[in-house]
């Protein structure tokens, strides 16, 4: 669960350093929910609440909502866990990470329509313009964890002899 709670927290800084940068480009903790959730299926509970724990830490950083992001992660979260049941391979993931930053931003549009004012093409902006950078990313923390599960492997089956 450490590296869990590292990948959280640098997806959490990531999204709140990279938007200055690049504009809309703040899908990093749905990679992560996808990617540990997914590999974490013993400690779910404590899953969810990581998740819920980091949206509010993530509200109180970058935004003036205080439990919004909270509850919409650990939505994402628990619809992750349903949308891919035990299936880990990677194509599966990636589709329900699609899936899930559509959900992730209408769920926001619909949070803050009384707000702002959108229409179709500034929803579609929305979802299109960080794609690029969060295909490699995804690839990048796919790929990192999947390796570090590994080194855990070999490393208790190490001790078993």
Known sequence: MITTIISFIISVLLEGILPNVLKNVNLFFIIC???MGNINKKDE???YLICFIFGVIYDLMYTNAVFLHGFIYLFLAWLSNKILGKKKNFINMFFCYFILIIIYVISLVLFTLPYKSYN???IIHLLCDGLIINVFYFIF???TYI????IFKNRLKKRSY
């Open 33 to 35: 929910i996808i990617v």
């Open 147 to 150: 390796v570090i599960n590994c």
């Open 141 to 143: 923390v796919y790929l």
């Open 45 to 47: 509970n404590f899953f």
């Open 120 to 122: 179709i093409s500034k």
